[in-house]
Structures are given as structure tokens and as C-alpha cells.
């Protein structure tokens, strides 16, 4: 039996993420938003590109969550996109409450599902979807690692002038400001970038990264990044669908890994049909551990104030 996919917000994300899976051929999908006529109308979109693509899988779109019944994967995109000048942050109160009704209309009917969370301020998000759904923590995973390495290596890519695709990067940390790129963990065929470009180029290269999203934004003006942010959620959905246990950085819950507990934030993880499978523990130095346990902090203070907000 084929596998299904359930990506609840069929915008630029969500409308992208649908376009790899459905011409990979991986899995059914189904298409939910609210607003009536889009997903309907993106899915039809996508059914006739089938046979051009070679592709036999089945999408729907829909504004019924029954529709999503039993999937194995269910990705949340829907939500308020950054506008220019906001940060990942400011987008707290708004998606925490769709995220909430999504978490809770997706769950009741897909008891199995692993859950990927888009959404920002994403790390949150992901902290709002375990609560919602009572799930363990190893089905519920956020995307927002793999996406702020692939700026990395782009940007590393470019300077260095070889392929993206023999750059490796780590960034590590919430998905927001204070993400933790690793240059000493990224690698050009295994060399250490650290070895190839100065302290300065790195810097400015981290800094290009960090602000990635932002820069984007800005150029946009409407809407936020969706290509790459989709390349990325993609991924992670084939790793679980094909129980791949690929290493990736992700954004997964810690349990006393690096000696943190109780929040989620990006770490080195393998996935595979059961989420988060394993979480990989490195040796960082002392500069590393305090620059992520200060992100781990930044996305604590954040589910604290979302905590107020909602108590008010
Ligand atoms: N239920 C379902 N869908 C919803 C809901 C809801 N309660 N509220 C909004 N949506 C839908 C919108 O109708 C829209 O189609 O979510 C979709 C969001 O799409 P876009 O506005 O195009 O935003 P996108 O660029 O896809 O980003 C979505 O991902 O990367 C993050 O920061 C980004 O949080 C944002 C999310």
C-alpha cells in the first residue's frame, strides 16, 4: 500500500513540498487549508502533471481533516509567513493558534503519524505540536536545521568555489536568530572549512547565513522562502517514508542530550519511520556549547512567553 503524506497549508510551502512528493512518486497527498478552492485547485494542478512526470501516486485537496485520516506523515506549513522587518519571533501568537487547531484536528485521526513541523517560529511550534498531540517526542520533529545548512553550504559553496553538493554543514540551535552554524563541523569533502578560509570569510559567511531567511524576506517583500524550505522538508519526509536513517541536523526534543532538557532545538539526528531515532551527541568545544545553550535558552524564554500569553 502506498504511503501518505498530509501537508496542512497549501501555500508556497506547503504547494512546493506537495510538488516533490507528488513527482517523486513517494507517496499519496493530501492538501489541507482552510481556505476552500486552493488545495482543491493545486491538487488538480498536480494530478494532471502526472503523467508527465511518470508519476501513479494520488493527491486530494481538501478543507476536511477527515480527509487526512491514517497518514504516516503529517507536515504542518499552515501559518503567517514573516513580512519584511519581522522576525521568526514576532509570528508567535498568530501561528501558535493554528498550529494548536492543526495539532489537534490532525491527531485525532492519524494516531500513528510522524509529525514535521514548518511553521515558525518553528522550534516552538514543535513544543505546541508535542503538547497538542500527547505524542512522544520522537514523532514530533522540526525542520529548520537542514534548511540553515543548505544557506551554509551555498554560501561556503561559492566562496570556496566547489560544488555545493561536496560542501557538509552543521548549524545547530533554534531556527531563529541565534542559530548556531558549526564552522569547524563543515566540511568540504571532509576537510574543515576551518582549514580553508580565513576567520574573518567564515564569519562573514555565518553572518550571510544567520541571516538567510531575513534576506529573503527582503527581497520578496510578499512571503517568505519557500524553495529551498520545501527541498529541505522533503528530506526529512523520504528519510521517514523510507525508513533511510539519514543524519541530519533537526530540530528534536532533548532529554538531557548536551546536557539540556525540556525544549526542542536543532541537533544532528537520525531519522527513519520512527521519527527521531537517535540523536547524535558531539564533542563540542566550550565557544560551541555556550553559543547553543544560549539558542537552546533564546527558544525556552519564547515557549515561556507563549506559556503567559496563553495563561492571560
Ligand atoms: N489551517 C490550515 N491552513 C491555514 C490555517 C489554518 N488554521 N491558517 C492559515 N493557513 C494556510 C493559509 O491559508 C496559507 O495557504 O497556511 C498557508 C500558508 O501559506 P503561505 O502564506 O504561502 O506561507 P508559506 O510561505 O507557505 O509559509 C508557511 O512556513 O516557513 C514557514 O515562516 C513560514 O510560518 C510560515 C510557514
Not at 563543515?186 to 531575513?214: F, P, Q, V, W, Y
Request: aromatic share 6%; hydrophobic share 45%; proline share 4%.
Amino acid at each position: 500500500m502506498k504511503k501518505k503524506v498530509s501537508i496542512i497549508g497549501a501555500g508556497n510551502v506547503g504547494a512546493s513540498l506537495a510538488q516533490l512528493v507528488v513527482h517523486s512518486g513517494l507517496a499519496d497527498v493530501v492538501l489541507f487549508d482552510i481556505v476552500e478552492g486552493v488545495p482543491q485547485g493545486k491538487a488538480l494542478d498536480l494530478s494532471e502533471a502526472c503523467p508527465l512526470w511518470g508519476s501513479s501516486v494520488k493527491v486530494i485537496g481538501t478543507n476536511d481533516y477527515k480527509d487526512t485520516a491514517d497518514s504516516d506523515v503529517v507536515v504542518i506549513t499552515a501559518g503567517f509567513p514573516r513580512k519584511p522587518g519581522m522576525s521568526r519571533d514576532d509570528l508567535l501568537a498568530a501561528n501558535a493558534k493554528v498550529v494548536g487547531d492543526v495539532a489537534k484536528n490532525t491527531c485525532s485521526v492519524s494516531k500513528d503519524a510522524i509529525y514535521i513541523v514548518v511553521t515558525n517560529p518553528m522550534d516552538v511550534m514543535a513544543q505546541m505540536t508535542l503538547k497538542v498531540t500527547g505524542f512522544n517526542p520522537n514523532r514530533i520533529i522540526g525542520m529548520g536545521g537542514i534548511l540553515d545548512s543548505a544557506r551554509f553550504r551555498t554560501f561556503v559553496a561559492w566562496e570556496l568555489g566547489i560544488a555545493p553538493e561536496d560542501i557538509e554543514a552543521l548549524v545547530m540551535g533554534g531556527h531563529g536568530d541565534q542559530m548556531v552554524p558549526m564552522p569547524r563541523f563543515t566540511t568540504a569533502k571532509g576537510i574543515s572549512i576551518i582549514h580553508l578560509l580565513s576567520k574573518e570569510k567564515i564569519d562573514k559567511l555565518i553572518e550571510r547565513t544567520k541571516n538567510g531567511g531575513a534576506e529573503i524576506v527582503g527581497l520578496l517583500k510578499t512571503g517568505s522562502a519557500f524553495y529551498a524550505p520545501a527541498a529541505s522538508t522533503f528530506q526529512m519526509v523520504k528519510s521517514v517514508i523510507l525508513d533511510e536513517k539519514r543524519l541530519l541536523p533537526c530540530s528534536a526534543y532533548l532529554d538531557g542530550e548536551y546536557g539540556l532538557k525540556g525544549y526542542y532545538a536543532g541537533v544532528p539526528v537520525v531519522l527513519g519511520k520512527n521519527g527521531v531515532e537517535k540523536i547524535v551527541e558531539l564533542p563540542l568545544n566550550e565557544q560551541e556549547k555556550q553559543d547553543f545553550e544560549k539558542s537552546f535558552n533564546a527558544v525556552k524564554d519564547l515557549v515561556q512567553k507563549l506559556e503567559t500569553m496563553e495563561a492571560k
